[in-house]
């Protein structure tokens, strides 16, 4: 079984597009998490959920909106998609609140923005 | 800021070769220190922690210590394989402080055989 998995695992899509990306963890976990890994596989935290309720919101274009309609899924839609918005997004999840430590990670989804 | 710095690659090695990734960190209060590894095409895995000075931590051969005096958390294999070829990342996490896992730049390890 998949522990955390995302789709789609690779997004291609036009500059102006709005977009989704879905996450969804199995482990019984309070908290998830949304990462962007950029070319030079540098990785920073965006955002973090615990029991549905927004805790760390980096700065991040408010073109990007998590929403999270239970605690085992943690979506992110983009609204007018730019070039720089091309990378690999990972959804991370951690068992219990934003506290505890060690994070278990998806496979990513790779969006690509021509 | 917390914020960590590790050496940047791209590292190329040759089998059974001995491997060292430098890390070290700037954190207010006491971090716990991670070792995470991406292989091609996944997500990030957690390889090893420390959660306090002079804790090892080890795990499939590879070992790192927490060391306060120093502020490092260097990652060590005594001798690589091919499989070991990953993107490595150390991180911190401070309770009481950004309460957020901060990543080091990664380094890309490829191992020949």
């Known amino acids: 079984d998949t522990a955390v998995s995302q789709t789609p695992k690779y997004l291609v899509t036009q500059m102006g ?18 990462y962007k890994q950029d070319s030079k596989k540098f990785l920073k935290i965006m955002f973090s959920y ?18 999270s309609p239970d605690k085992a899924h943690l979506n992110l839609h983009i609204n007018s998609l730019e070039l ?6 990972f959804c991370a999840s951690s068992l219990a609140g ?8 998806g496979p990513g989804t790779r969006l690509t923005v021509l | 800021g917390d914020s960590v ?14 491997l060292t990734i430098n890390c070290t960190y700037t954190a207010t209060g006491y971090p716990s220190l991670f070792w995470y590894v991406q292989y091609p095409g996944e997500g990030l895995q957690l390889l090893l922690k420390a959660t306090k000075a002079d804790d090892k931590g080890s795990n499939k051969g590879f ?3 927490y060391r306060k005096e120093t502020t490092s958390f260097h990652l060590e294999k005594g001798s690589v394989q091919v499989s070991d070829s990953a993107v ?9 402080g950004s309460e957020k896992l901060v990543f080091g730049k990664g380094m890309k390890l490829t191992v020949n055989p």
């Open chain 2, 88 to 96: 490595y990342f150390c991180a911190l996490f401070t309770q009481g």
């Open chain 2, 63 to 65: 070992e790192a210590t």
């Open chain 1, 84 to 89: 720089g918005d091309s990378a690999v997004y």
């Open chain 1, 50 to 67: 615990n029991n549905k309720e927004l805790i760390i919101n980096e700065t991040v274009p408010n073109r990007f909106s998590p929403k």
């Open chain 1, 98 to 105: 934003p506290r505890t430590d060690t994070q278990y990670f």
């Open chain 1, 17 to 34: 597009n709005d977009k989704s990306i879905k996450c969804e963890q199995n482990l019984g976990h309070d908290t998830m998490y949304w």
């Open chain 2, 5 to 18: 710095t590790q050496m940047e690659g791209p590292v190329t090695l040759s089998e059974e070769a001995f």
